[in-house]
């Protein structure tokens, strides 16, 4: 096991990655991340190099400071060997703590599942479909609805994504949310009042989401103004223009679909290890409206 901590190193991964997209769109978006300031303090790892089979991302262990926390301890991870993959899982995530692996690969859940076992952790999964677009200038220009203002996210507006997130309400994924308003690109539509009805964020795996549109103000189309905006942000930061929607979530796989995005064929698994509380999982969402990611 090796951390990549060299910029010369990072920076060739990158390109490496990039070769090998759609199927590395996690890690090479956190990697991304990493070598533009790294604003999620994460770090690299890999079982070998300059040939490797599987790349890791991960916090930092400073980062990772609350046991408790899975939306910040969160794992990224792309492998082209799964036994080489079950090896780093095993050796790399610390299993005392709460924490969240994200990856697209077939096998990665049973191997979680495997390791968690033999520790005696908790696991919970959620799937996903990821949606792709693959030329983001091609998207029409977008006519406001004039009584609406364009914005990015504010810290102000972190208590409204809390309550409104389907796998928000406690102070943890408000402490997450934050981070990503601060960090990562966003945009929203704001009323007379500055309040936000509809928003899109992005997170530290260079993917669109959570987005949400207040219950009143849907089926005016706002959702494709915001997924037309932050697709066309993205590209032109030099990112991939993707997203994940829950399997279950049909309207927002009908709009990327209406927009040109292209569902990617592997599902995209979200595996929660709970070992710190030794309770059941907390990935259930909870009862909410509409909500893309």
């Given at each position: 096991m090796l951390i990549l901590s060299c910029s010369s190193k990072l920076r060739l991964l990158e390109g490496t990655l990039r070769r090998g997209l759609p199927e590395t769109l996690l890690v090479h978006g956190a990697v991304m991340n990493i070598n533009r300031g790294n604003p999620a303090g994460q770090e690299v790892l890999v079982d070998?190099?300059?040939?490797?089979k599987v790349v890791l991302t991960r916090p930092r262990r400073e980062v990772a400071s609350d046991d408790s926390d899975f939306y910040t301890n969160t794992c990224a991870v792309h492998y082209r060997d799964l036994g080489a993959c079950r090896t780093l899982l095993g050796s790399a995530i610390n299993w005392d703590q709460a924490f969240c692996i994200h990856g697209f690969r077939d096998g990665l859940y049973e191997a979680s599942?495997?390791?968690?076992?033999?520790?005696?952790?908790k696991l919970d999964v959620l799937r996903y479909f990821t949606y792709l677009h693959s030329d983001p200038s091609s998207l029409p220009e977008i006519r406001l609805d004039p009584a609406l203002r364009l914005s990015p996210l504010d810290v102000s507006h972190v208590d409204l994504l809390n309550e409104t997130w389907l796998f928000g309400g406690n102070e943890r994924s408000r402490k997450y949310l934050a981070s990503l308003i601060?960090?990562?690109?966003?945009?929203?539509?704001?009323?007379?009042?500055?309040?936000?009805?509809?928003?899109?964020?992005?997170?530290a795996f260079g993917a669109m989401g959570p987005a949400y549109t207040l219950p009143q103000h849907r089926r005016c189309g706002y959702?494709?103004?915001?997924?037309?905006?932050?697709?066309?942000?993205?590209?032109?930061?030099?990112?991939?223009?993707y997203g994940n929607v829950r399997v279950e979530n049909f309207e927002p796989q009908k709009m990327l679909e209406r927009q040109g995005f292209q569902r990617q064929p592997n599902l995209c698994y979200f595996i929660l290890h709970n070992t710190a509380l030794n309770t059941d999982p907390t990935l259930t969402p909870r009862p909410a409206g509409e909500s893309p990611a």
């Open positions: 070998s190099w300059p040939e490797f599942r495997d390791i968690a076992e033999t520790k005696g952790a601060r960090h990562f690109p966003s945009a929203c539509l704001l009323d007379a009042t500055g309040r936000p009805v509809s928003w899109t964020a992005s997170d959702s494709m103004v915001l997924t037309n905006l932050m697709a066309k942000q993205l590209h032109a930061l030099g990112f991939p223009s």
